[in-house]
């Protein structure tokens, strides 16, 4: 994958991060980490199944990165 041929979009944050064992579920419809669902933070649990669904329907890709207590990233590569 040349990145000629793709476009590329990073974000990240400094936050709480992801524990290692909840990533592979992430993307799933109506996941939400158990240390959200303690926290008084609202949400569905769609937000990142929408967008996996977005970048799957335009053949791309989407990457996550986390280490817990130091904040996640997220890489999205759509081709031109």
Known sequence: ?????????????????????????????FYRVDDARHQEVEGTGLGLAIVKQVVDLHEGKIEVE?????????KISLPK
Not at 2 to 29: A, C, H, M, T
Not at 66 to 74: A, I, L, M, R, V
Request: glycine letters at 10%; aromatic letters at 14%; zero cysteines.
């Open 1 to 29: 994958m040349e990145s000629k041929d793709w476009v590329i979009v990073s974000v990240q944050d400094s936050g709480i991060g992801i524990k290692e064992e909840n990533i592979p579920y992430l993307f799933d419809r």
């Open 66 to 74: 986390s280490k817990w207590n130091e904040g996640t990233g997220f």
